[in-house]
């Protein structure tokens, strides 16, 4: 198994409300997070994550914009110190915090969105600092406004629950005074106003409700210590207090619901609360145990209760705030044949909802997902098939492939080897080894590219999973678990992308590799200015993506392609001419050197360009072409015509600007001797890399998108 998940939980309360309930149900039953906590309030919620060996800081915060600023500094400090993977914020409290501390340390912040507060600005701002949003259940998805928003629902709890007599008995034990046969409504929640208790305390009193007794399950909240005695004095003075029993919080509370014949859950707007329920975890429990609800609406649910016309309520919805609405309800429900057949509809209606380890594997992809590293904490067990090309490597294959003969673990794992027509003796070489591996499989692409002899590569692969690496990289020695585990983890990303770490031995080739990210740059995701280095000049040739160096997708998406009729440009890989979503795997790490003598280093940029050129990617072109125009112009500095000289000054500017980003890596790395060197490598190999690019692009435009009969047979 692959190394678990580093998630920092930052919780904003101490209370065990239903999002932490959510988030505890869904830690109890996956290793794939290794997680610590920070708490912005004291109370149980310690002793949750004492008893479960979850490392904990508590550090009290207000609501204020000075405390949670403070909080916020003191947390930018922690993660800078403890780098954890990913930062997950249990609420909007916990995120307004979370976010700008994670944004600063260079850790990806993913926001769990549990409810309707602040569904305005505070919310898109959110939306703009953190990585990814999960949200409980639709309504909160399409609230959040989040370009990455993911569902991870309530879970349906594990194990059983009580029997009706032994749920009443706990109750009686915990307070209740309940009688064999007579009607119990329940709620169970925190005691804060928003809740809506009062109003199932005040229907009591009202027509309908008077053969009812209530018992309150649920712990006082420090947000709102007076409620519990506000609770009582109404209760009293409505002349229901001996219906009305406090029982407390109750571990595990969803297993006493059987004892009861309707459950309520009245969430209201009251200017201290998200003002409707968001996803009612109370309400699923009561259905799955065949007990009707009511609940309040308009809201996610109602709809879950109450709608669609098609199947029959698993309950009744009322107005929020309505005490005659909800004893107009207990009055209906008073007739056993009428509860019997809303607690069976109910039953249908959560049949599907999924049990805890199903949400826990989301809540673990969605994280993954967030730091760019998807298969953590998996072992995943799938073939896959590694494809490799080669061209005059000589004695270097054999090194290649053994670093990947020893990763080939799984039955079924191949190696698959595409000689580009090569000149030396390389072909001889993949032939010799092959005969004593039958897990090698040679096979010649004469003249091809080498994204032709890839595709090639890729069509005669065995398994459904293929990954590429490009022969001139190393790879690490858990690049194959690492990309088998990704696949397994990464249902929505049809294409991988590995990271490439990019060395250079010497002033120019260290200066060349400044143009390149580092793999823990990529895995903290791009800062502000290199997103506006990127928007300006185009990514380059990025380590990631469907150019880089270390990639894998699915033998069954390479099929879709080719039955969609379409045909690949000269040189180009099938696959990679489909603008297909890409997942980052910023774990699955190759390495290359940039290549010495310095005039092997522009040639090499140069097929580089020729190779995205036949691709005719239009951001890569454009990005080349601006950066190249630039560096030609500003060598003309010296021209007499004003012009000529205009034109140089802005090729100057393009160049200073493209140039930033390389420099400031050469100042983060304390590469100070490279820095006179900066303009000139990266000038020389853009230039070569633009006029490659031209060149391709001529290729592909010569032969009209056809296949170029040089580049050999198929498969």
Known sequence: MSCPLRVTVVAPYGVVGGAELWLLSLLDVTDRLDVNAVLLADGPLRDEFARRGIPFATR???????????????????????????????????????????????????????DHSFDGPLTRALAALTDMCIGTEPGLVAASRHPRPVEVPVPAPSGTALPRTAAREQLVRRGARLGDDERLLLTISRLVSYKGVDDAVAALARPGGEQWRLAVVGPEDPSDPGERRRLTRLAEELGVADRVDFAGWIEEAWRVIPAADSVAVLTKPDGTGPGQEAFGGTAIEAMLNGVPVIT???????DRVAGPA??????????????????????????????????????????????????????????????????????????????????????????????????????????VVVDRGSSDDTARRVMARASQDARIRPLVQACASAAAGRDAGARASANALV?????????????????????????????????????????????????????????????????????????????????????????????????????????????????????????????????????????????????????????????????????????????????????????????????????????????????????????????????????????????????????????
């Not at 003191?74 to 249990?90: G, I």
């Not at 005059?392 to 053994?402: K, M, P, S, Y």
């Not at 940039?594 to 360009?609: F, L």
Request: glycine share 12%.
């Open 60 to 114: 009290p915060t207000g609501r204020s914009a000075g405390a949670l600023a403070g909080t916020a500094a003191w947390l930018f400090h922690r993660l800078r110190t403890a780098r954890p993977d990913v930062v997950l914020a249990n609420g909007v409290k916990a995120a307004t915090v979370a976010a700008p501390a994670a944004r600063l340390a260079g850790v990806p912040c993913v926001w769990a969105k549990h």
């Open 296 to 302: 309040t609406g308009p809201g996610s649910v109602a």
């Open 310 to 415: 098609s199947v029959p309520p698993g309950g009744i919805a009322v107005p929020p705030a309505d005490p005659a609405k909800v004893a107009d309800a207990l009055g209906r429900l008073a007739d056993p044949g009428f509860r019997a057949a809303m607690g069976r509809a109910g039953l249908l209606r959560t049949a599907a909802n999924p049990g805890p380890r199903d949400c826990a594997r989301l809540l673990a992809q969605a994280l993954s997902r967030a730091a760019r590293l998807p298969g953590a904490g998996l072992e995943a067990t799938a073939p896959v098939s590694v494809v490799v090309t080669v061209l005059n490597r000589g004695e270097a294959v054999d090194g290649l492939i053994t670093a990947l003969l020893r990763q080939l673990t799984v039955d079924g794992d191949e190696l």
């Open 467 to 715: 990954a590429w690496i490009d022969a001139d990289c190393t790879p690490a020695p858990d690049w194959v678990a690492r990309m088998r585990a990704a696949a397994d983890d990464s249902e929505a990303a049809d294409l991988l992308a590995g990271v490439c770490r990019v060395t250079g031995h010497g002033v120019a080739s260290d200066a060349a590799a400044l143009t390149h990210p580092l793999p823990e740059e990529i895995r903290r995701g791009p800062g502000p200015w290199t997103r506006m280095h990127r928007l300006l000049f185009g990514p380059g040739l990025s380590t990631t993506g469907p150019y880089g160096r270390s990639l894998a997708f699915t033998r069954r998406d390479r099929a879709d392609a080719e039955s969609s009729g379409e045909r690949p440009a000269p040189g180009a890989d099938v696959y990679l001419e489909r603008a297909r979503p890409t997942a980052v795997v910023a774990s699955a790490e190759v390495s290359r050197d940039v290549p010495t003598p310095w005039r092997e280093a522009v040639r090499q940029a140069y097929r580089e360009g020729v190779e995205l050129g036949r691709l005719a990617n239009r951001r890569q072109l454009a990005g080349g072409t601006v950066r190249g125009a630039g560096y030609a112009s500003a060598l003309a500095v010296a021209h007499r015509h004003r012009g000529v000289r205009s034109a140089s000054a802005a090729g100057g500017v393009v160049c200073l600007g493209y140039l930033s980003l390389p420099v400031a890596r050469a100042v983060h790395r304390g590469h100070w001797g490279t820095l006179s060197i900066v303009p000139m490598a990266v000038g020389a190999l853009t230039t070569a890399r633009a006029a490659g690019a031209l060149h391709g692009l001529a290729d592909r435009v010569g032969t009209n998108g056809r296949p170029d009969a040089s580049e050999g047979g198929g498969a």
